[in-house]
């Protein structure tokens, strides 16, 4: 510890030293041309932006082209002037120092850097870990001051593998803010943290019912503090899904009980993680790295002009994705930056894993560090994004962290759209329906997702709807989905693209995809409601839309209970039978076998499960997809009955010593050898 230390030191050191030149010439350009982007220097401390003792507080930014910089404390967040402003001293790489004699606690800062003879907007800056109303100043506090009783010995749960997830996305506001869900704070943090909680059938409703329904991990919509909510104006019920970042490293304040305390809205999130981890349950965060709401009023300009995002030739800013800029994580200062702000949240929030919104849009390499960092602190952690842009992009297409290039970042996963479509239909035509609807020619890319996206002989890669070689070198890599924030709920989209079918057929339907998505090899990802036929009144884009069509009314519990049971008893399943989630791609080649049915739009394989370990030695797994029931052949075995459309044999049930299996419309059936 002593060396690496000393290493580290020593490290730091050569660096200042090797960069010193540079941070000498940005210093004498501050009042003539800027530098271009690569020539700016590399600052590696971890003492960005504020540090506070009892007896001082020691300022430090990173603006290497500013021509002056000041920092200004406030009393209180709501005062119209500073009640002093300390003037920042060039410094080593790029950096602006100002050092407060005294204690500071509990009191607002902002930054104000000066370029081409001008004073930019008032930033908190970009690194704030609490922050006032509305995310305008950062606070000077205590971090301790935040932790609930129990704290620091909070743990999440531990996986062996990646596969052992099941993952849950939700929203805070939409899971708590019915008045059926039973819970006090609604749309809160805390809400998520409360238990007893129950609907009026007397069902266990918000953290009770995930604990319930079994999955491993929740994946919460951004928590960061963004830009769209008036935090000053809860009473007006905004809504907004969060992908418009403001400060990333300080919580939302509209998920907190007082967004005007700083320390409240940390707690309270804490509290919420603590919760969830008594449980048993993960929090993965929703992280929205790849862009800020405003590119010009953004924390990040204000401090550093241009540098944090990528630009078109003629100096507009890219779009990748799709919201007007994208940060340009391949710069050295974009990527610490990133790296940092996970760790944060890793090690004082407990986070146990990040989804990466449009990750592709980040470079290949910046990826890999964040993984690498990240296993430091935690060797259970998730990490998995979309692997795609929501645009074109001036990052060359081999450098982009995309699905197609997962294979070059072991231990990261992305979303497999393959399966997803191939399952419901495109998300670009809510007419069109899949495999789900009878649309035969699909099975191919259902396959594709049953092997999680890895090689397998058996596939026709050339057949499979998006993907046209297998991305993911093990199922560890592919998230397999059929609905999630984004686009129509599974429920709307299976109304919309079969308008004839009737209600007990939609449950079917719906029952069917879920029953994909959990029993094939690699991560599974549940939309929140989904387990309940969730509904947005056929809404595709919610991303703003009212309470009335975002929040989950926990009646549906009660109505679709039969459909509740039949998730958590296929989670159970899962979590049960290892040979559902095998480790490797060489097991899945080995162990998982299609056959061939003779009937389009129906899929069946079988699992070498004693192989695995698994107290089932094979297992044969059916999908049909028609709306008709079809009568396939299987391979000979002293087979059990596990699961027949949507019910779970109480019993496993001997099969016939026949040699046909008779399978209902819209539906899977899973046998068992079992001795």
């Known amino acids: 510890m002593v060396i690496r230390k000393l290493l580290t030191s020593l490290t730091f050191t050569c660096m200042v030293f090797l960069f010193s030149f540079l941070s000498s010439s940005a210093q004498t350009q501050r009042k003539g041309s800027l530098l271009s982007y690569d020539q700016y220097p590399f600052y590696p401390g971890d003492d960005l932006e504020m540090s506070w003792t009892p007896d001082e507080t020691h300022f430090r930014i990173w603006s290497p082209v500013a021509e002056a910089a000041e920092v200004r404390i406030y009393k209180n967040n709501e005062d119209l002037e500073p009640i002093m402003v300390l003037p920042m001293s060039p410094d080593i790489l790029g950096t602006w120092v100002a050092t407060f004699k005294g204690n500071l606690l509990h009191h607002f800062y902002t930054f104000r850097t000066k370029h081409a003879g001008t004073w930019l907007l008032e930033t908190p ?60 704070h609604k749309g809160k943090f805390l809400g998520l943290s409360e238990t007893g909680t129950k609907n009026m059938w007397n069902q266990s409703t918000g953290l009770d019912h995930l604990k319930e329904l079994g999955i491993t991990h929740v994946h919460i919509l951004p928590m960061f503090d963004f830009h769209t909510i008036d935090e000053s104006r809860l009473e007006d019920n905004e809504y907004n899904w969060g992908y418009d970042p403001q400060n990333y490293n300080a919580p939302e304040g509209s998920y907190s009980t007082n967004p005007f305390d700083p320390v409240v809205r940390n707690r309270e999130m804490r509290q919420m993680v603590m919760a969830l981890h008594q449980a048993g349950i993960g929090v993965v965060m929703d992280v929205v790295y790849n862009h800020t709401f405003d590119a010009g009023s953004s924390n990040f300009n204000q401090l550093v002009p241009g540098y944090y995002y990528r630009h078109n030739p003629d100096g507009s800013y890219s779009n990748a994705s799709g919201c007007g800029n994208e940060t340009a994580s391949e710069r050295p200062m974009v990527r610490q930056y990133i790296i940092e702000s996970v760790k944060y949240w890793a090690k004082e929030y407990h986070i146990d894993g990040f989804r990466f919104d449009l990750m592709a849009i980040h470079d290949i390499e910046t990826m890999n560090q964040i993984r690498q960092a990240l296993l430091e602190i935690n060797p259970n952690i998730l990490i998995y994004g979309e692997g795609w842009t929501a645009g074109d992009s001036p990052l060359p297409y081999e450098s982009r962290a995309l699905k197609a290039n997962v294979s070059q970042m072991p231990g990261i996963a992305v979303f497999s759209d393959d399966l ?75 109304k919309l693209t079969i308008p004839s079918a009737t209600q007990e057929e939609l449950v079917a339907i719906n029952n069917l995809a879920s029953a994909i998505v959990i029993t094939s090899q690699g991560i599974p990802f549940l939309h929140n409601g989904v387990e309940m036929m969730r509904s947005k009144k056929g809404v595709e884009n919610s991303y703003n839309s009212p309470d009335s069509i975002n929040q989950i009314d926990w009646n549906w519990k009660f109505l679709y209970k039969r459909a509740v049971e039949f998730h958590r008893k296929l989670i159970e399943m899962r979590k049960k039978h290892p040979a559902f989630r095998m480790r490797a791609q060489q097991d899945i080649e080995k162990n998982l076998e299609f056959f061939n049915t003779g009937k389009s739009c129906v899929v069946a394989y079988t699992l070498n499960g004693a192989a695995v370990g698994d107290s089932w030695k094979r297992i044969l797994v059916v999908f049909n997809g028609n709306r008709h029931a079809e009568q396939i052949p299987i391979p000979a075995g002293n087979w059990k009955v596990i699961l027949n459309g949507d019910h779970f044999m109480e019993v496993p049930s001997p099969w016939p010593n026949i040699p046909a299996l008779n399978i209902m419309p819209s539906s899977a059936m899973i046998l068992a050898e079992m001795d």
């Open 420 to 494: 997803r479509d191939a399952v419901k239909g495109p998300w670009y035509n809510d007419k069109e329906t899949g495999f789900v609807g009878g649309i035969p020619g699909l099975e191919e890319s259902i396959k594709f997702g049953i092997v999680a996206a890895t090689r397998h002989p058996q596939i026709n890669y050339q057949a499979v709807n998006y993907s046209k070689s297998p991305y993911a070198s093990g199922p560890d890599q592919c998230i397999n989905y059929v609905s999630c924030h984004d686009n129509h709920t599974l429920w709307d989209k299976t």
């Open 125 to 184: 800056g970009i690194y704030a870990k609490a922050v006032g109303v509305n995310g305008k100043r950062a606070y000077i506090f205590d971090p301790s001051e935040t932790y609930p009783e129990g704290w620091k010995n909070d743990r999440g749960p531990q996986l062996l593998s990646p596969v052992d997830a099941v993952i849950y996305e939700l929203h805070l506001r939409d899971i708590s803010i019915h008045p059926s869900s039973g819970i006090v």
